[in-house]
């Protein structure tokens, strides 16, 4: 029983998530050393690293970042939302070992390879690009282990009901935690079945795999790892916006529903990388790049409302009524749980959504295929959303788990602002120098001798925001670190508050509950989000209809 | 809530903002579903991946002969320290096949194109994968080794064009160009 919250923690479950959260940290922490040495080589001007350096840190932040820290945080999620909210213990902590063990030992292979110079294929290792036999041994090994840690969940949850530790229906931050399990174990068979082949011929046992198959098979692994990112980033809104403001989400069956839609189409964004790939044809594209009829960008356009609207609704009951957006202003913006909630919200969906979704346009993929729009999208979903929000949990999840407060705690208030705006800033270098034709993945743009001064420009931007984006993150790590060492002791008592409105004189909890037309302000700010969307997406339409004619 | 089991029963249809937001969002998915096969039909840029088998060494000799009977000139770079110093410009003709090949790191043979004219441009690569990106139109294409990828192209805009390579083939992928003239 914690003796702060008065929830019931499994401490088998605690320990591994520690243990996960930490090391998730760390490599956190590794990648965003080299995410800044990148920064500063792509700003043409400060051009940095050595041509060799540049690859094998590429390969290395992106492995880093997109595998190691996600997975292992996402296994620490995973494991806290299983046990806690239904009052569970953790199935096995012996299956939980073996699971921390094979991700860990495959985590330090694959950094070690690649540093070793043995692996400057980029993460998504294109045959017939090829790296040492151990560069994919230490893939397959962290894809293993995180299937066992998932088998983990699974068996906990379905021992949790059997055993009726709980009554009711699942609460919808384990439902989304579900619904990100499942598709992760579609998405790590798939690295299986692309990752097995590749090894035995890294080896030299068996032929190569075709270039275009695996790279219809590698994206199954790396598209869709990100979507599951997406569904636990939706859960972390969901937990978050409950503890800071005391939001419910107005309707579970539509969010819930909106989970059951990213479980089923999701995975067809694979193709997102294959629309202007030879042997494919456009009724294919077409139909999977829009996740069948767009259903999975449905979803998040329904989290995108819900998210907002229970947040609402909460501002509301608790008597902040003036006018639209008078519950805007009254919200905790200082306390970084909140904030980094909030920028991770907005930039998710402003931006990493609507940019996205264009560049997943069948036809408009051929002015952004491979150049740095790209990186420009997805790092505003994967590290102004996901990463940031998980940022945000962590100002709870470590006071409670270590029993620590945090350090610094008017630093702590300004990070999220610091990191969110740095990749924001990062992600307009990259997108807009991507539109002048800048290819990502490229040490230098002046050997091709077609950028000019407004590519270089923009560069500067990327790098100026990396620069920012790194300090955030340090910042973070060092708030983390310092913490699990200087915090001052809770034991028993309450964490300290990062700021929560208080509900006002006369306020009544629950009021609005049959109010359908309360959430006036979020229903504005999500029209003009549509708006803001139909604009950049028939702008580029317009862009697309500007080239040459080609079929 | 959020964050406990659910006891009470939960299931509620839309109603109020959240089925007004509901029907936008959907009437907004249904746009850009017809969007895709609408431009497929009416508008003039698609990638139809429309592709061959061919081996390597196959794809070398073809490239070879369309350069051996096509050739018009021979382009020779400004830029100083360039990896592709030298290459023999080919103009295939009005309606006719052009061969791109894409290797370890260089585009050959640079192309004459006329403005107007519809070309059948096969691109293929030798060893790794490679980017076709068109600059500073900015039109980019997949080329994978063991694949013949025909893009179907009319030149609009006349001018020198550079091909820059937009996936990661190595140490020199920087540097991997090559050039389209369009008169």
Same mark, same amino acid.
Request: hydrophobic share 50%; glycine share 10%; with cysteine.
């Given at each position: ?28 922490? %590794? ?29 290395? $932040? ?40 094979? #991700?860990?030992?495959?985590?330090? #292979? ?12 980029? #993460? ?70 692309? #990752? ?30 990100? &979507? ?5 980033? @939706? ?36 193709? $997102? ?33 819900? @998210? ?53 346009? &069948? ?13 420009? $999208?997805?790092?505003?979903?994967? @590290? ?142 999500? %029209? ?18 500007? @080239?040459?004619?080609?079929? | ?183």
């Amino acid at each position: 029983m914690c003796g702060t919250t008065g929830l019931s923690v499994c401490l088998d479950a605690q320990r591994f998530i520690k243990l996960n959260a930490v090391c998730g940290i760390v490599f956190l922490l %590794l990648g965003g050393v080299a995410a800044l040495l990148l920064a500063l080589t792509r700003w043409q001007t400060v051009h940095l690293l050595p041509v060799d350096w540049f690859y094998r840190l590429l390969t290395f $932040h992106g492995i880093n970042m997109l595998i190691l820290w996600i997975l292992f945080f996402e296994v620490a999620i995973l494991t806290f939302t299983c046990t806690t909210p239904l009052n569970a213990r953790l199935f096995s902590r012996k299956i939980a070992w073996a699971s921390f063990g094979m #991700m860990l030992t495959g985590a330090v #292979m694959v950094d070690y390879i690649i540093l070793a110079g043995q692996a400057d294929v980029m #993460m998504t290792s294109y045959l017939p690009l090829l790296a040492h036999p151990l560069f994919y041994l230490g893939i397959i090994l962290v894809a293993v282990g995180t299937l066992i840690g998932v088998f983990n969940f699974f068996a906990t949850l379905y021992v949790a009901k059997r055993d009726r530790a709980y009554e009711g229906s699942l609460p919808i931050v384990t439902f989304g935690a579900l619904a990100a399990a499942i598709i992760a174990v579609v998405t790590l068979l798939h690295g299986a079945v692309v #990752m097995i082949p590749t090894f035995t011929y890294a080896m030299g046992w068996t032929a190569q795999p075709d270039p275009a198959w695996y790279r219809l098979i590698w994206w199954g692994l790396g598209h869709q790892s990100q &979507q599951v990112n997406v569904c636990a980033m @939706v859960a972390v809104w969901y937990l978050l916006s409950h503890i800071t403001v005391g939001a419910r989400p107005i309707n579970e069956a539509v969010c819930r529903t909106a989970f059951v839609l990213y479980v089923l189409f999701i995975n067809l964004a694979s193709a $997102h990388h294959l629309l202007v790939d030879p042997g494919v044809g456009a009724a294919w594209k077409i139909w999977n790049t829009s996740y069948a009829m767009y259903l999975a960008v449905l979803a998040s356009m329904v989290h995108g409302f819900t @998210v907002p609207a229970g947040v609402e609704l909460a501002m509301r009951e608790k008597g902040y009524t003036r006018g639209i957006f008078g519950w805007v202003t009254a919200l905790p913006w200082k306390n970084p749980a909140f904030s980094g909630t909030a920028l991770s919200l907005v930039i998710f969906g402003f931006l990493g959504g609507i940019t996205g979704v264009t560049l997943g346009t &069948q036809q408009i993929n051929i002015i952004a295929h491979n150049t740095l729009r790209i990186p420009g $999208h997805f790092h505003v979903t994967v @590290v102004g959303g996901t990463t940031l929000a998980f940022m945000a949990l962590a100002y709870y999840v470590i006071p409670l788990i270590f029993q620590r407060d945090f350090i610094c705690r008017g630093v702590a208030r300004v990070q999220p602002w610091l990191f969110g705006f740095g990749i924001v800033l990062l992600a307009f270098g990259m997108s807009f120098a991507g539109t002048m034709g800048v290819p990502r993945r490229s040490w230098d743009i002046d050997a091709q001798g077609v950028y000019g001064p407004a590519a270089h420009l923009w560069l500067g931007v990327l790098g100026i925001g990396g620069i920012l984006a790194f300090t955030g993150l340090l910042l973070f790590a060092l708030l983390c670190v310092g913490t699990l060492f200087f915090g001052p002791k809770i034991e028993g008592r309450a964490m300290a508050d990062w700021g929560t409105p208080p509900a006002l004189a006369g306020s009544q909890p629950g009021s609005l509950a049959n109010d359908h037309y309360a959430t006036k302000g979020t229903i504005v700010l999500t %029209l003009t989000f549509l708006a803001c969307f139909a604009v950049y997406y028939f702008a580029n339409w317009k862009a697309l209809a500007d @080239v040459w004619p080609v079929r | 809530m959020s964050l406990r089991p659910l006891t009470t029963p939960w299931f509620h249809g839309p109603a109020g903002h959240e089925k007004i937001w509901l029907g936008c969002a959907i009437l907004w998915c249904f746009v850009m579903s017809l969007m895709m096969p609408y431009w497929h039909f009416r508008g003039k840029q698609n990638s139809t991946g429309e592709a061959y088998t061919v081996r390597p060494v196959d794809f070398l000799a073809r490239t070879e002969k369309f350069v051996a009977s096509n050739r018009v000139g021979t382009f020779k770079n400004p830029i100083a320290n360039a990896l592709m110093q030298e290459l023999p410009i080919a103009e295939p003709p009005a309606g006719g096949d052009a061969y791109l090949m894409g290797r370890m790191w260089q585009w050959y043979p640079a192309l004459r194109l006329r403005q107007g004219e519809t070309y059948r441009l096969h691109l293929s690569s030798l060893d790794l994968q490679h980017g076709f990106s068109l600059q500073p139109l900015n039109m980019n294409f997949q080329v994978l080794p063991g694949y013949d990828h025909v893009l179907t192209l009319t030149p609009t805009s006349k001018g020198e064009f550079t091909i820059v390579c937009n996936e990661f083939c190595g140490a020199g992928h920087h540097a991997m160009t090559g050039k389209i003239f369009v008169e």
